[in-house]
Nanobody, 125 residues
Framework: VQLQASGGGLVQAGGSLRLSCAASERTFSSYAVAWFRQGPGKEREFVAGIRGNGGNRYYANSVRGRFTISRDNAKNTVYLQMDSLKPEDTAVYYC???????????????????WGQGTLVTVSS
């Protein structure tokens, strides 16, 4: 599975961006997908995740209520709508996918077999 992340950019604090993660796999609906991010000098951290059928969504406490993850399996694409952005949201954002993920591990990056290349989000104060 090849993942292509896009949608990053420079935005002022309080603004919005929508990231997209497009997959090459026709059976993408079988894959759980998550967004992770890695800020300057920080470890990669979980942001949001979604089951293959879109029925369950998971968020980091730091983004809950501001970010929304969704997917359109007809387009093999997962989205991350980011609102009320803060300077501390500045990071490279990665999407990741896995077909056999145990949902209790959805926040663990080592559980994912497939990764996109990352897209940079910069939030200015």
């Amino acid at each position: 599975v090849q993942l292509q992340a896009s949608g990053g950019g420079l935005v002022q604090a309080g603004g919005s961006l929508r990231l997209s993660c497009a997959a090459s796999e026709r059976t993408f609906s079988s894959y759980a997908v998550a967004w992770f991010r890695q800020g300057p000098g920080k470890e990669r951290e979980f942001v949001a995740g979604i089951r293959g059928n879109g029925g369950n969504r998971y968020y980091a406490n730091s983004v809950r209520g501001r970010f929304t993850i969704s997917r359109d399996n007809a387009k093999n694409t997962v989205y991350l709508q980011m609102d009320s952005l803060k300077p501390e949201d500045t990071a490279v954002y990665y999407c990741a996918a896995d077909k056999n993920l145990i949902l209790s591990t959805i926040r663990n990056p080592v559980e994912y077999d497939y990764w996109g290349q990352g897209t940079l989000v910069t939030v200015s104060s």
